[in-house]
């Protein structure tokens, strides 16, 4: 086999394994991986706007309002507009938001980062500038993405109506 090949084998793998982490977190919590992180991200930061929430966990402001939109409708969270500057809207957890976060799991595989993180330096930045570069030969550079291993929520909503 050639290299090439066994590495796109590891990386189907690894999205595999992702796939899998990701329908086990929304069967335990029935949240996603980018939701759970916006709603801890509300959790940690009292009356944080939209914006911010998007620049913390590295997403955009549209995939961002289109999450937040998903979780206001489900009761999760709340959307305060201020009085004093009307433009400005703060996010807040509901009490059902807070209630669902308790036993909610962590988003990223807990697995992942405790191997990870007992590499040393230079292995983590070894593996760090490898994978940096196969995003970068696969043109994935300037996709949208959050330190959450998930799927696409998209992509999951659309293979649950097949």
Not at 1 to 15: A, F, H
Not at 129 to 134: E, G, P
Request: include cysteine; aromatic fraction near 4%; glycine fraction near 4%.
């Amino acid at each position: 086999m050639e290299k090439y090949e066994e590495l796109l084998i590891s990386i189907r793998k690894v999205i595999r394994a992702i796939d899998l982490h990701s329908k086990q977190l929304n069967k335990s919590s029935g949240l996603t991986g980018p939701q759970l992180l916006i709603m801890q991200e509300v959790a940690r930061v009292k009356g944080v706007t939209a914006s911010q929430v998007a620049k913390q966990i590295n997403l955009s402001a549209a995939t961002v309002t289109n999450i937040l939109d998903r979780l206001e409708n489900r009761g999760l969270i709340e959307r305060v507009r201020s009085s004093e500057d009307k433009r400005r809207v703060s996010l807040f957890l509901s009490d059902a938001g807070r209630a669902s976060l308790i036993d909610a799991p962590q988003p990223l595989q807990e697995h992942f980062i405790k191997n990870f993180c007992a590499l040393q330096e230079w292995e983590q930045s070894l593996l760090l500038s490898s994978m940096q570069r196969i995003a970068s030969m696969m043109d994935a550079t300037d996709i949208d993405a959050a330190p959450v291993l998930e799927i696409d929520p998209m992509h999951m909503s659309t293979e649950k109506t097949r």
